[in-house]
């Protein structure tokens, strides 16, 4: 069974910084691109980050370039997104996914996305 499980999550001020992990079991992954997408209130989900199977490639959204970095541990299975300067749109329901394709242009759309984590929310306040 195929679990993506998110943590880390929580209120901050804007300005603040976070730290979402993304745990995986029941997958190969290093066979698996992995992302971050986000849902706000009333909004699309929006992608935020992706890091390619072997880590070549990492593009992030364009909200998000330059605050947002996004790492795998292909040895413990899991997904990390270091989240610094947080704006209060950065507010959302974080997603953990991850893709089975190798197309990276593909990686921006969550139609890529084969398995799903329940999501963490990211609250910002002062």
């Known amino acids: 069974q195929v679990q993506l499980v998110e943590s880390g999550g929580g209120l901050v001020q804007p300005g603040g910084s976070l730290r979402l992990s993304c745990a995986t079991s029941g997958v190969t992954f290093t066979r698996y691109a992995v992302a971050w997408l986000r849902q706000a209130p009333g909004k699309a989900r929006e992608f935020v980050a992706v890091v390619s199977q072997r880590a070549g490639s990492s593009p992030l959204g364009d909200s998000v370039k330059g605050r947002f970095t996004i790492s795998r541990d292909n040895a413990k299975k899991s997904l990390i997104l270091q989240m610094n300067s947080l704006k209060p749109e950065d507010a959302a329901v974080y997603y953990c996914?991850?893709?089975?394709?190798?197309?990276?242009?593909?990686?921006?759309?969550?139609?890529?996305?084969?398995?799903w984590g329940q999501g963490t929310q990211i609250t910002i306040s002062s």
């Open positions: 996914a991850a893709s089975s394709t190798v197309i990276v242009s593909q990686l921006g759309s969550q139609s890529a996305y084969n398995y």
